[in-house]
């Protein structure tokens, strides 16, 4: 089957508006994560979903970020008043059931904030 | 805080040698460590996870070591090939989450 999916892969936009990026994990993973890495740097935690369970939100650097996974399936993250800070790579990954199991991940959606 | 350290600079072997890779951490005691491997443009890709109470891992030339003790995690490739060429990420995860905490990653660099 299909891997993750990520769109748009690519995404320019000035300072200020709001942007969505959306995930579609592999079929019949309950766990999806999402993650940011800026340039020459590691993954950074933004948050985790699994199953009917509130999601972990740790990681989401201000109120200014957001996600939302309907029916157990596709991932919203939305970014409000976007920064010039807020440009990276953002990557999602999903993973069957919990405990010890490998993340899959998309390609990711870069992000430039002009 | 919690770190997770792997060497910044790129490792840069010849073809047919064995390429190690460290990761180290601090203030931290992970239920399991995984490795993963990532191509420019693309997202990472899952190579092997080991859990604490292992001390050696292996899946085909990639072999893994975890010492607790230590806190350090060495990867290994034998016979590298110049497709092994990649960012090699590790990251870990405590107990009760399944959220990882990644290290920056190590380039490695296989020339013929």
């Known amino acids: 089957g299909a891997g993750v999916s990520q769109s748009p892969s690519n995404k320019v936009t000035e300072k200020g508006k709001d942007v969505e990026l959306r995930c579609d994990p592999i079929?019949?993973?309950?766990?999806l994560y999402w993650y940011r890495q800026s340039l020459g740097q590691g993954l950074e935690f933004l948050i985790y979903?699994?199953?009917?369970?509130?999601?972990?939100k740790s990681g989401l650097p201000s109120d200014r970020f957001s996600a939302e996974r309907t029916g157990g399936s596709v991932s919203t993250l939305t970014i409000q008043r976007t920064q010039q800070e807020d440009s990276a790579v953002y990557l999602c990954a999903s993973s069957p059931q919990t405990g010890e199991r490998a993340q899959h991940f998309g390609d990711g959606t870069r992000l430039s904030i002009l | 805080s919690q770190k997770i350290e792997q060497n910044s600079e790129a490792l840069n072997i010849q073809e047919g040698k064995t390429a190690t890779l460290t990761c180290n951490y601090t203030?931290?005691?992970?239920?399991?460590l995984q490795w993963y491997r990532q191509d420019p443009g693309r997202g990472p890709v899952f190579l092997l996870l080991?859990?604490?109470?292992?001390k050696e891992k292996r899946k085909e030339r990639l072999k893994v070591t975890f010492d607790t003790t230590l806190k350090q995690s060495l990867f290994h490739i034998t016979a590298s090939q110049p497709a092994d060429s990649a960012t090699y990420l590790c990251a870990l995860a405590s107990y009760n989450t399944d959220k990882l905490i990644f290290g920056t990653g190590t380039r490695l660099q296989v020339f013929p």
């Open positions: 080991i859990r604490e109470n292992e």
């Open positions: 203030n931290y005691s992970p239920a399991y």
């Open positions: 079929s019949g993973h309950t766990a």
């Open positions: 979903f699994q199953g009917n369970s509130a999601p972990d």
